[in-house]
């Protein structure tokens, strides 16, 4: 067990909807960083907060918005969805560096 | 761009066998880590490398920092059918605004047959 807890395990939807994909970081860490697996692209890095603040971001679309709360909690948000963003979305917290602690993930399946 | 290329994809051994695997980039790495996907699971770090040259161990699991730093190596020796997973080689992105994040390679597929 990592630590890091993410909820829900699954998802299905329809496209055009808005889902919303939560992350509780490893107790202590700050950062929470947001990854997309799929099985063309592989693991692409979305995008990091660090205590609140967006600190990084990576390949992620306009439609997509993440936060971090004051207790250091994540949520990432997906919106007009289409079939293509049917993924593994993992969350990985880590207290500092590269060292990265990643959550079970969320299947969501668009259909 | 910064990209990982690991081979191979993929690997069918049997029990008791050792593995190797590797990771190159046309890009200079300072870090390089070693991470283990089990099915319904996200990765797991097994071994983080800092320098070049440097060898470290985690069990049966070897990795290397090659001294190009242009490439890493994993062994797995007397494998086991729990090995059975993907393995992922990773290193720090220097692409501003992503700076430090992690660039993760394609896998390689690991399968035990016992």
């Known amino acids: 067990d990592s630590g890091v807890t993410q909820t829900p395990k699954h998802l299905i939807t329809a496209t055009g909807q808005r889902v919303t994909l939560r992350c509780s970081p490893r107790?202590?860490?700050?950062?929470v960083y947001w990854y997309q697996q799929s099985l063309d692209q592989g693991l692409q890095f979305l995008i990091q907060y660090y205590n609140g603040e967006e600190r990084a971001k990576g390949n992620i679309l306009e439609r997509f918005s993440a936060q971090q709360f004051p207790d250091l909690h994540s949520e990432l948000n997906l919106s007009s969805l289409e079939l293509g963003d049917s993924a593994l979305y993992f969350c990985a917290s880590s207290p500092l560096g590269e060292k990265l602690f990643f959550g079970s993930g969320t299947q969501l399946s668009v259909l | 761009g910064q990209q990982l290329n690991q081979s191979p994809q993929s690997m069918f051994i049997q029990e008791g066998e050792d593995v190797s695997m590797n990771c190159t980039s046309s890009s200079i790495f300072n870090t390089w880590l070693w991470y283990k996907q089990e099915p319904g699971e996200g990765p797991v770090l097994l071994i983080a490398?800092?320098?070049?040259?440097e060898l470290t161990s985690n069990g049966r699991l070897t990795a290397q920092f090659g001294i190009t730093r242009k490439d890493s190596f994993l062994n797995i020796s007397a494998s086991i059918p729990s090995d059975v997973g993907i393995y992922f080689c990773?290193?720090?992105?220097?692409?501003?605004?992503?700076?430090?994040?992690?660039?993760f390679g394609k896998g390689t597929k690991l399968s035990v047959k016992p």
């Open positions: 107790s202590g860490d700050l950062s």
């Open positions: 490398l800092y320098k070049a040259g």
């Open positions: 990773a290193g720090p992105s220097f692409y501003r605004g992503s700076q430090g994040n992690l660039i």
